[in-house]
């Protein structure tokens, strides 16, 4: 791990704490280094740490067990069956297009919802978005495919656009079996969670720049998330001599 220097983005503690639980340093079962231990080693604040082990915890990577600290569960989420990665491998012309067109949706309704959303579009963001949590945890597979879709609705909806609500809806259609498959891997869903939080955040400080950013970065790691899954079977077969 080395120092982080914008504290303000949790989703890079984040990813520093992760590298580390999936490198050789620590083993499953094994306790977390403390809340000051990390904050020493990565040079942000306490509760920057603390918010990055919950987002880790909802992932799946993380248990906290209370008055014993947080100990590392797993490091493969990755619960793919043959059939949703045969899909995802044999659609993947249909998802970049889709995905494509998302992102010129989307970053164009985060630069007008940044500028047009009421506190009440922000709550249905952020109730969508701990929803989206809890059915992560409970592995609700069916449920996270149908949040995500509501979240990134409520997205469109906060711009206050009714063209823009109306394509959304059918880029959506078209992406529902989609999102059913992709969903069905904990990884995959468990990439959403920082993005949805720092869409939301950066939607509510009214910064159009930081939350285009995220959006897009955001759909663009469906891309990488479904490029990576086909690889990894791709590996293993050549590992079977298939």
């Not at 083993?27 to 990390?38: A, V, W």
């Not at 969508?128 to 597979?141: K, P, S």
């Amino acid at each position: 791990m080395k120092p982080v220097t914008r504290v303000s983005q949790t989703d890079v503690v984040v990813d520093q704490i992760k590298d580390f639980l999936l490198s050789d340093q620590i083993q499953i079962g094994d306790k977390l280094p403390t809340e000051k231990e990390f904050c020493e080693t990565l040079r942000v604040g306490r509760s920057t740490v603390r918010e990055a082990i919950r987002a880790l915890q909802v992932m799946g990577y993380v248990k906290i067990y209370p008055g014993r600290g947080a100990f590392l569960e797993t490091k493969n989420l990755d619960d793919a069956t043959p059939s949703i990665v045969s899909w995802l491998e044999s659609n993947k012309v249909q998802v970049e297009d889709i995905v494509e067109v998302r992102i010129g949706l989307e970053t164009l309704a985060a630069k007008l919802a940044s500028e047009r959303a009421t506190p009440e579009d922000f709550a249905a963001l952020d109730r969508i978005r701990l929803a989206f949590e809890e059915a992560l945890v409970n592995a609700e597979y069916e449920k996270l495919s149908e949040l995500d879709e509501q979240y990134h609705q409520a997205l469109i909806d906060a711009a206050k656009n009714n063209l823009l609500t109306v394509l959304n809806k059918v880029v959506s259609v078209a992406f529902v079996e989609f999102r059913k498959n992709s969903f069905r891997i904990k990884e995959h869903a468990a990439n959403a969670v920082i993005p949805h939080r720092d869409i939301l955040n950066a939607l509510r400080i009214r910064d159009a720049d930081l939350a285009q950013v995220f959006v897009r970065r955001h759909l663009e790691k469906i891309r990488e998330d479904r490029e990576n899954t086909v690889k990894r079977r791709e590996s293993a077969r050549i590992l079977r001599g298939e």
